[in-house]
């Protein structure tokens, strides 16, 4: 069954299973995202006139039905049937004949899938946005155990300065609170309802897209129909570079672990059971663990560009490329959410090796504080350094490791309470409550 099949004609075979791709099989994430659509339209045709109270009474009742079937996983896309819109209408026509075939009125399936693909989109940033906050309060917890284990900082991959485990933990966190608001960004793109505007042209019914908006828990529409079409494949790309950038921080923590877990530098450990081994080295403890993370990070990275590249150049309007975007799109989400279970898994049994900066090896880490201490003393910053530099030129140079870092954001204060109230701001702004009731009250 496909939507747009006309009388007498047929598509051949090879282009048939060309054009529809993988998409029977991505579709199945849509489906109760399909019935929402569907529950929204129907309920807005009846106040214009297109559906008599019972018929709208009778679709509702299926849909529900339809919905359930959804969720208890007996609900399949069937052979001969080209995709999920396809398959709910001839679900409902199925029950109920003609009443049925009339919820497509006012409607394309442009603006259906899109909005299939908003409320899909919707929903899965949130559950990423609330996976990021539960990784984020992994962090911030084990910044507070460990404000008082030294680390030592590096730049150029040379010791540079005194560090801690609490700044090296709150920092990740202050990333992904960074990384929140552009996930709130991509949402609020997402919830936006495109619903009404058709084929990109909108519809000579009397609309009233306002409706489908509240009752679909939307923060607004796309208010011109041209626009709301263009959106697909913004939509997307708005969405990948948001998990693009939760994937950034994810890799750079993954990489940080890989090298502080080794011999050379030891200053953490992964217990034995996130570890594998060697087929020929019994003394092996791989962290197999990190250095995926890494990898499946450092992948999603690249799939904005991907997008981008699928977009380039296309007039505005509908074009049939923007379907290949949910192989994209649909599997990230996916990704990146078991990317950050198993952060969550790891950062709760990393062991910090304390002590670290009592190891002589260290001692110029605290050249700083030296020059600091002189400083305070009275002697010009210029004149101290050039003493500190020659103090460390002839081996007469002690190193003062009792520290005073009083400042927001340093090892002695570490303000995990501003970035924490950051991220309850951001989380705070996504307005995910109303849609979360908009929704129950369409199944209700």
């Known amino acids: 069954m ?29 489906a109760p995202f399909d019935v929402l659509g569907n529950l929204a339209h129907a309920t807005m045709l009846a106040t214009i006139g297109l559906l008599e109270t019972t018929e709208l009474e009778a ?21 001969g049937v080209e995709d999920v819109h396809s398959q709910v209408e001839l679900m409902l026509t199925r029950q109920l004949g003609d009443t049925g075939k009339k919820i497509h009125s006012g409607r394309s399936r442009n603006d259906q899938v899109l909005v299939d693909l908003k409320l899909f989109t919707r929903d899965r940033l949130w559950r990423v946005a609330e996976a990021v906050r539960r990784v984020f309060d992994r962090l911030i917890a084990r910044s507070e155990q460990h404000k008082n284990d030294l680390l030592p900082g590096y730049t150029h991959l040379q010791i540079a300065m005194p560090s801690s485990f609490g700044l090296w933990f709150g920092a990740y ?10 996930l709130q960004t ?17 519809s000579s019914f009397p609309l009233n897209r306002t409706l489908t908006t509240e009752l679909l828990g939307f923060e607004g529409m796309h208010v011109n129909v041209v626009y709301a079409q263009m959106s697909r494949g913004k939509t997307e790309q708005t969405a990948l570079t948001a998990l693009a950038a939760v994937a950034a921080t994810l890799s750079r923590m993954a990489m940080d672990i890989c090298l502080y877990n080794s011999q050379n530098f030891a200053f953490l450990t992964l217990p034995d059971a996130l570890t594998t081994g060697s087929s020929i080295m019994p003394h092996k403890k791989n962290p197999d663990v990190a250095e995926l993370l890494r990898a499946k990070t450092n992948r999603l990275k690249a799939l904005p560009m991907e997008v981008t590249l699928v977009l380039s150049n296309l007039p505005s309007g509908y074009h049939r490329d923007m379907q290949i975007l949910k192989e994209v799109l649909m599997p990230a989400f996916e990704e990146i959410l078991d990317c950050l279970d198993i952060t969550d898994f790891m950062l709760e049994h990393l062991q910090v090796k304390p002590g670290l900066l009592d190891d002589p090896k260290y001692d110029l880490l605290f ?22 530099g020659k103090e460390i030129g002839d081996g007469t140079y002690p190193p003062p490791r009792s520290l005073h870092h009083t400042h927001e954001g340093s090892i002695g204060n570490l303000g995990n309470d501003r970035i924490t109230a950051y991220m309850d701001e951001t989380l705070n702004g996504f307005g995910a409550e109303k849609v979360s009731e908009a929704v129950e009250r369409l199944l209700r």
């Open 2 to 30: 496909k939507l747009w099949q006309k009388e007498n004609t047929s598509t051949a075979e090879q282009i048939e299973r060309f054009t529809v791709g993988r998409d029977r099989e991505m579709d199945l994430y849509l």
């Open 59 to 79: 679709l509702r009742t299926e849909l529900k039905t339809i919905y359930g079937r959804i969720a208890e996983g007996d609900f399949v896309i069937e052979d």
């Open 173 to 182: 966190a202050e990333a992904l609170a960074d990384d929140m608001l552009t």
């Open 186 to 202: 991509a949402y609020r793109l997402a919830n936006r309802n495109p619903l009404g505007s058709g084929a990109g042209y909108g």
């Open 367 to 388: 050249s700083v504080e030296r020059v600091n201490e002189l400083v305070l003393q009275g002697v010009p910053f210029r004149e101290a350094y050039r003493i500190v």
